[in-house]
C-alpha cells in the first residue's frame, strides 16, 4: 500500500506541476473533475467495504484456505477464476474485496487466476455480450477464457508459489 502510495502521490505532484505551469484554469477543474468522481465512487467503496467486512466475518478463513489455499492444489486453480467471473462491479468492488477477504488465505496462482477470472469472463457482462455481439461470438470468447484464468493461475504458481 505504501508503494502505490508513493508512485500515486509522485505522479499528483507532476501533474499539478505541469498544470500549474499551462495557466489556463486546468488546475482547477482537474479538481473540480477530482472532486466529482470521489463524490460518486465514495458509495461504492462504502458498499463494497461492507461487503467485505460480512464476507470476512460469515466465511471462515479456513473454508478460503481449503478452498483456494495453496494445498487446494487444482482445486483452488478452478475455483478461482469462477468466484471471479461471479464477483460484479468495477475495481472499486474487486479490489477491495479481494484484498480485505482473500489475499491473505490464498495462493498467488489462485488470486492471480481470480484477477484473471473477473477480467475476462464477468457473468454480468454475459447479456450485453449475447445482445450486441451475437451468441456464437460469446461462445467463442468464453471458450478461449475459460481456460485462460486457470493456466495463468498454474503458471504463476510455479514460478511465484
Known sequence: MTDALIVITVMCVFLSIHAVRRRD???KRAVVTAVRMFINVLPILVVAFIIAGFIQVLL??????AWLGKEAGLKGLVIAPVIGALVQGGP???FPLLSSVFLEHIGI???IAMITGWGM???GHLPYEF???GPRFVLLKLGVCILIPPVSGLIA???FG
Open 131 to 133: 445482445a450486441f455481439l
Open 121 to 123: 469472463i464477468n457473468i
Open 25 to 27: 484554469g486546468t488546475q
Open 157 to 159: 504458481h510455479v514460478i
Open 60 to 65: 471462515p478463513a479456513e473454508t478460503i484456505a
Open 92 to 94: 472499486f468492488t474487486f
Open 109 to 111: 496462482g489462485a488470486a
